[in-house]
């Protein structure tokens, strides 16, 4: 069972989140090319072991996290709230 350490809520189960991606993506200015948006929602290396994810705690805070989790074992390291960006 996945569980999840959500900064608002505590220990949760994963069922409560929506997964939202890698959280080490970049997004491209909204005027980018279109080539720049395809990589950026699209195209994913798929890494084994340590990875940085979002994911959305739809069924409690609603509050966006990275999660910090291994893609092999799926140990969670910890979770944070992203960093806000001007
Ligand atoms: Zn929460």
Redesign the pocket.
Known sequence: MLRLP?????L?DHA?FAYGGDANVAKPALDAPQQAWIEAVYMRANPRGAHAELWH?VH????W?VVERDTATHVVRGARLPERKP
Do not use: L, T
């Not at 959500?6 to 505590?10: D, I, K, R, V, Y």
């Not at 409690?60 to 509050?63: D, E, S, T």
């Open positions: 959500c900064p608002h809520c505590g949760r409560e705690h409690g805070c609603r509050a996290i």
